[in-house]
């Protein structure tokens, strides 16, 4: 019987890190992660940039039972404060479920596992962004108990910008 196991990133295990990139980069390729193939140099430098972020973590789905583990999901995370409530927050700053497996319940299987991590580091919220026409994860969001961000409902809601420098 093949199951599901979601496991922390090491980013300084060779595997975890192949499995992070790899992942990443089939996210990267899909129309609503950009549908262009990362850099070289991002896939040689990303787990060793992350690995001197002491409050970046990344976990990855795992499926198991058969010959080999294979990866399926990934979730990158950074922890920061709420200035609003003085306490941690968790942004999810990436999901990624590997096409193969959309629909299994996997996304939500990483949303959740973030969730308890969050939740057993006195975490006052969970954030993360979602481009306006991707229907699939919005629903997958809005069903996790998630909402537009709004301090007041008559001011509007809050909008995501970049600057690229």
Not at 4 to 16: F, M, Q, S, T, W
């Amino acid at each position: 019987m093949k199951t599901i196991e979601i496991k922390r990133v090491d980013y300084n295990a060779p595997a975890d890190g192949q499995a992070l990139v790899a992942l990443l980069k089939t996210y990267a390729l899909d129309p609503l992660g950009g549908g262009e193939p990362l850099p070289p140099s991002v896939g040689e430098q990303l787990c060793a940039q992350l690995a001197k972020y002491p409050h970046a973590s990344s976990f990855i789905a795992w499926k198991t039972g058969g010959e080999r583990e294979q990866p399926i999901g990934l979730i990158n995370c950074f922890e920061t404060l709420s200035t609003f409530k003085a306490k941690p927050l968790i942004n999810i700053h990436d999901i990624v479920v590997h096409p193969d497996f959309r629909g299994q319940g996997i996304g939500k299987a990483l949303i959740e596992h973030v969730q308890a991590v969050a939740i057993q580091r006195g975490c006052c919220k969970l954030t993360l962004e979602v481009l306006s026409n991707n229907t699939t994860a919005m629903g997958l969001y809005r069903h996790m108990g998630f909402a537009p961000y709004a301090l007041d409902s008559e001011h509007g809601q809050a909008l995501f910008f970049q600057k690229w420098l």
